[in-house]
């Protein structure tokens, strides 16, 4: 005699055939695509022992993602009061020692030009320069406890792809009769031009290139709250971003955080810019801290089946 | 907000940071009256500081034909339109500054020019507000009337770029009140775009920064008036350092006509930035007007120009404008001779109140020949 509600039986010999049709259709492989995997609760990072080199990669499609839900950055001036990028997709790979996060989001524009009253698409994510279960601030850190923030631009990868650093591919019709810096008696490229050159763009003497030429569409940067962003003192991350029909697919790769170990856990947190909306700075979408995973390597219980193609090690 | 005191207004007012004044404060005094707009100024500081890449469309000095020039379009008019009407009660403001007029979200009431908007200084500006009829000429009264207005940055004692900065990377020198953009902390936000009122900061897309008039800060420093002032043909501009009306010295030529005689005014000071570029109104453009852009002071500062001629010392300073290249903390009049002093009292110029005048006959009877009278 039982008391109390229970639940219905289930019997275990149909378990165990559903359980043997999903084998079984897991085995067919070959032209058959593995189901996605289901979204995560949590920003996992999953062992790969070479994490994918690009965010179009199919490797990325056996990985969890993680949806973001972002918010307006509305508790500083100046404030965004009209909401944008509802929402961020986020997947991770570790290979013990770096950490790849893949972001893609819906934007309709693609801003990747700069220029007066024009702003670039753009991501961030941040993590606690110490791992403790204690967190700063989640908007920027707070002062004595720093956060790490790694910052992708869409003017940046256009950069990188190989935008002339010339005014007229901003401007395709501008006419320049003149720079100082060009003239005779000056080689062009010769030391003297280019010390002639950086006079006339002070913020490059100072090495702070905003725009411009550059190798990485990424940059490190520190902050202990809002307005103190800074320049880490190495930039160790990479990165690239690709634009699709939809929006934009970002992979950011940087080292594991200090103190954040292979089967560890800590928190992150992101930023979306939409360019098309005038957002840079403070004005953006935010999410809070988010919790995060890193998987050690032969501990991947929980992970979905990888894909087919292109997955690399971390078997189940 | 901190509570801090501006003069221009007449009361206290709501800025982002508490009232610092510096040392001494960069003014200027440009004289409307004289301007030809022959744009020398304009060209001294583009070849000076703003030739290169990402700065083909900067003017951090310009010169505009009033009431329809703008750089950029509608800099003014577009901004006068989103505060709306407000109120002078005499010499005090009882309207709204940017600061007290700001939007939910932010620090200033502002507004951003679109990169068209830069697209064509100068263009079309020299149109009068009717058609001049055949024969018409000057006859005491202008119906129809432009005049131009040479702008700079104001170097703002409130300014709007320094307050709306989130990464306070805009900073006032302590030492003599110029406004400049750390290009080592700017990340290009424009936030400083939006909330100038003067349109004075310019965005640089090829250094991804935004820059501005910099008072020429190296030639202060020795002691020199910027580039666009010496180059100025017309020698209406003269540069300084204005104390606030309480520490007024007379000795002082910025304090003497801004404080003393009144007759140079602040640009748009129901803004609330007290800015530092004084102008001696257009004599001839209607008052209502002139009201709206230089504040309740217009007619008394041009009542005393109208006198000049009959007040010695307001003609002698006014003979100092465009006389060297070092800035004249000090004058002083002796008889029909006016001197630009240092801070120590050492003659740095002299001029006559009075350039004398030659009035040479047609035929020069001397060698047998005639003149033209452009000769």
């Known amino acids: 005699m039982t008391t109390g509600r229970t639940l219905p039986d289930r019997p275990a010999a149909a378990g165990a055939a559903l359980a043997s049709l999903a084998i079984g259709l897991l085995a067919i492989g070959g032209g058959c695509a593995a189901p996605p995997p289901p979204a995560a609760p949590e920003v996992q990072a999953v062992w790969r022992d070479t994490i994918p080199e690009g965010p179009e990669e199919a490797a990325w499609q056996a990985i969890p993602k993680y949806t973001a839900d972002l918010i307006p950055q509305d508790l500083v001036e100046p404030r965004l009061l009209k909401p944008s990028t509802p929402r961020l997709a986020v997947q991770a790979a570790t290979d013990g020692t770096r950490v790849a996060f893949r972001l893609a989001w819906d934007d309709a524009t693609q801003d990747e030009r700069p220029g007066a009253a024009r702003f670039t698409d753009a991501c961030a994510i941040q993590l606690p320069q110490r791992t403790a279960p204690d967190l700063p601030d989640p908007q920027m850190g707070q002062a004595g406890r720093p ?32 720079y100082p810096f060009e003239a005779p008696p000056l080689q062009p490229g010769s030391e003297a031009q280019q010390a002639f050159a950086t006079r006339y763009a002070p913020a490059a003497a100072l090495g702070a290139r905003r725009e411009g030429p550059r190798d990485r569409p990424v940059e490190d940067l520190i902050g202990e709250g809002p307005g103190t962003l800074r320049p880490a003192d190495k930039l160790l991350s990479e990165g690239t971003g690709r634009r699709t029909a939809k929006g934009w697919e970002v992979l950011i790769v940087r080292p594991l955080p200090n103190g954040l170990a292979p089967g560890g856990r800590s928190q992150i947190a992101f930023g979306v810019w939409d360019g098309a909306q005038a957002e840079a700075g403070a004005r953006k979408m935010r999410s809070g801290w988010v919790p995060m995973s890193i998987e050690a390597r032969g501990t991947q219980a929980g992970i979905a089946p990888r894909a087919a193609a292109g997955a690399q090690g971390g078997g189940r | 907000m901190a ?65 329809y020039g703008f750089y950029p379009l509608g800099w003014d008019v577009r901004l006068m339109e989103k505060l ?57 009264f202008h119906e129809a009337w432009f005049y131009y207005l040479a702008r700079i940055c104001n170097h703002c004692t409130y300014p709007a770029c320094l307050s709306s900065c989130p990464r306070a990377s805009i900073y006032k020198r302590p030492e003599d009140g110029i406004v400049l953009i750390d290009q080592g902390r700017c990340r290009g936000y424009q936030e400083c775009i939006k909330a100038c009122p003067y349109k004075k900061t310019f965005f640089n897309p090829m250094t991804g920064t935004s820059e501005k008039c910099i008072a020429c ?3 202060i420093e020795q002691g020199l008036q910027p580039q666009c002032f010496v180059n100025c043909i017309g020698k209406i501009r003269m540069a300084g350092f204005i104390s606030t009306p309480d520490q007024a010295r007379p000795d002082n030529p910025i304090d003497y006509l801004v404080h003393i005689r009144k007759v140079a005014l602040p640009l748009y000071p129901q803004l609330g930035l007290e800015p530092n570029v004084y102008y001696i109104p257009p004599r001839h453009v209607p008052r209502p007007y002139l009201a709206q852009m230089f504040g309740p002071g217009v007619d008394q500062a041009i009542a005393a120009c109208n006198k000049s001629a009959d007040d010695p010392d307001l003609s002698a300073l006014l003979a100092l404008f465009g006389s060297t290249e070092w800035v004249m903390p000090r004058w002083k009049r002796v008889g029909d001779t006016v001197m630009g002093l240092r801070e120590d009292g050492r003659e740095l110029v002299r001029v006559p109140v009075r350039e004398p005048v030659w009035i040479l006959k047609a035929l020069d009877q001397a060698r047998g020949v005639s003149r033209m009278n452009i000769t």
Not at chain 1, 150 to 164: M, Y
Not at chain 2, 101 to 118: H, K, S, T
């Open chain 2, 84 to 140: 709306g009407a407000q109120r002078w009660d005499g010499s005090r403001y009882e309207g709204r500054t940017l600061f007290e007029a700001a939007e939910a979200g932010e620090r200033v009431l502002g507004w951003r020019p679109e990169e068209i908007d830069y697209a064509h200084p100068n263009v079309g500006e020299d149109d009068c507000t009717k058609t001049i009829d055949k024969g018409a000429h000057y006859h005491g």
């Open chain 2, 217 to 219: 800060y190296p030639k």
């Open chain 1, 147 to 178: 956060v790490e923030i790694t910052f992708w631009r869409a003017t940046w990868q256009a950069a990188v792809a190989g935008r002339d650093d010339t005014i007229r591919s901003l401007y395709p019709g501008a006419v320049v009769d003149h």
């Open chain 2, 3 to 67: 509570r801090v005191f501006n003069w221009q207004i007449g009361r206290e007012m709501s800025y982002w940071y508490p009232e610092a004044r510096p040392k001494k404060q960069f003014a200027a005094i440009f004289d409307t009256n004289k301007c030809i707009a022959c744009q020398t100024c304009t060209l001294a500081c583009k070849t000076t500081w703003t030739s290169g890449r990402g700065q083909e469309y900067m003017l951090w000095n310009n010169v505009e034909t009033k009431p």
